[in-house]
């Protein structure tokens, strides 16, 4: 058993591996790099893409699945493995990355009807074979809906585990990660490996108290977001502040007789909230308890999905207090940028950030030069001066801290471990923990 990390060893995104036994070509995940970060040519791939067996895919962010167009016209054509959960996500995600890249239409849906045909939804915890005896396992992972680990359990008795990018206890709408049998071979993202998250109870009340201050003078708070994962536990979070009586007496500011709209200016956003809020299956148990009180976890009254552009152009006008939630997640693209063209250079408005910032995206810049005095930015090539205040809130973040690396790590007990899908600095401080 051989494994090639061809994307994602020590980056946080590009996710790409090749495992290599018993004659069989196994991918795992075919993801996009961001930033600053690189992915090798798959044209210098050890292997041709028409001559890999099987695809599996261990969710549905871009960095994991974003060069899977690439992979099928270079000439795959073998099986792509996922949940049922990823397999609804799949095709949302990509049509918005091929649109995003201008990809020509028909091309475009040739290759979606490709991956639809090519790939299989599985059941979380339940064992299945490949070719050759290989046997394979998909477990939950509690990152995004769908998401999941690999083990793979080869008939010579060895063993290996892809954690994908494991999810933090307590993420909103999923269950915690199961926990896999021990293996030979732990392959463990670390993207968070040298810090600790905050608690969820102390999430909602930061959030709380930070929409409260950055709505006082009536400013846009400006909410980068990833369109998958993250912009439905913001939903469900805000549902909470605006929903349970002890949210609403303790932040009453927000919850007055005309309540600030909320815009999610996504139409990916909003049409993955909608798989979302369709797969109740796959909710925790606290998700599924609300939603059988009579409260939609993912809706509240004065929630406005904005789909269409005309009406994303409207909404820069209008006059603040409100708060827009829109992506992309890095302010790499989309119409975040356009909120923050308009509004970056205005006091009374927030930037809040409540995810990962890779190195080189205008939000790892925004994060950095805020702290600045005559800070700028630079936005579609020209250079913004940052005079909205910026907060960053990591309880948010959809990937296990370092706490819950090494706790799920120790109840796995693997022999060896390789450590991917992080800085090296971050992997550095996590191997010593881990050692
Ligand atoms: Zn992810």
């Not at 090519?118 to 396992?137: D, P, T």
């Not at 250079?383 to 120790?410: C, M, N």
Request: hydrophobic fraction near 35%; proline fraction near 5%.
């Amino acid at each position: 058993m051989e494994i090639i990390h061809l994307g994602g060893e020590h980056t946080v995104t590009g996710s790409c591996h090749l495992l290599q036994t018993n004659g069989l070509n196994i991918l795992v995940d075919c993801g996009m790099s961001q930033g600053h970060d690189r992915v090798a040519s798959m044209d210098a791939w050890p292997v041709k893409p028409s001559d890999i067996h099987y695809l599996f895919l261990t969710h549905a962010h871009l960095d994991h699945i974003g060069r899977v167009p690439e992979l099928i016209e270079k000439g795959f054509n073998g099986e792509i493995i996922v949940t049922h959960g990823t397999k609804a996500l799949l095709d949302p995600m990509l049509r918005d990355a091929m649109t995003f890249s201008d990809m020509d239409e028909t091309r475009a849906r040739g290759i979606l009807s490709a991956i639809d045909d090519f790939s299989w939804g599985f059941e979380y915890n339940q064992s299945f074979f490949l070719k050759k005896g290989i046997g394979f396992k998909l477990g939950r992972a509690g990152h995004i809906l769908g998401s999941c680990w690999v083990r793979f359990d080869i008939p010579n008795g060895s063993s290996v585990v892809f954690s994908g990018d494991l999810g933090a206890k307590d993420t909103p709408i999923l269950p915690d990660p199961d926990i896999p049998d021990s293996c030979d071979l732990l392959v463990l993202e670390s993207t968070y490996g040298d810090r600790l998250h905050e608690d969820r109870k102390q999430r909602i009340h930061r959030l709380g108290k930070l929409l409260t201050r950055a709505l006082s003078d009536k400013g846009k708070i400006f909410i980068p977001a990833f369109a998958l994962g993250r912009t439905q536990e913001l939903i469900y979070e805000m549902d909470r502040l605006f929903s349970v009586p002890e949210n609403r007496q303790m932040f009453p500011e927000l919850n007055g007789k005309s309540p600030v709209p909320v815009f999610v200016d996504s139409p990916l956003g909003l049409e993955i909230t909608k798989i979302y809020a369709g797969l109740s299956d796959y909710w925790d148990e606290e998700t599924r308890n609300i939603h059988h009180k009579g409260d939609h976890p993912l809706d509240f009254d004065h929630l406005y999905g904005v789909k269409g552009y005309r009406d994303h152009l409207r909404l820069l006008e209008i006059p603040g207090p409100a708060i827009i939630i829109a992506g992309s997640g890095m302010c790499t693209g989309g119409r975040i940028v356009d909120h923050l063209k308009a509004g970056i250079d205005d006091p009374r408005n927030d930037i809040l950030f409540v995810g990962y910032q890779s190195a080189g995206t205008p939000g790892r810049a925004m994060i950095r030069n805020s702290r600045k005095a005559d800070g700028w930015v630079e936005l579609d090539g020209q250079r913004f001066p940052i005079r909205a205040e910026v907060h960053t809130l990591t309880g948010y973040s959809a990937h296990a801290d370092q706490k819950e690396l090494l706790e799920w790590t120790k109840a796995i007990q693997p022999e060896r471990i390789k450590l991917v899908h992080g800085e090296p600095e971050v992997q550095e401080i996590l191997r010593n923990m881990l050692r």
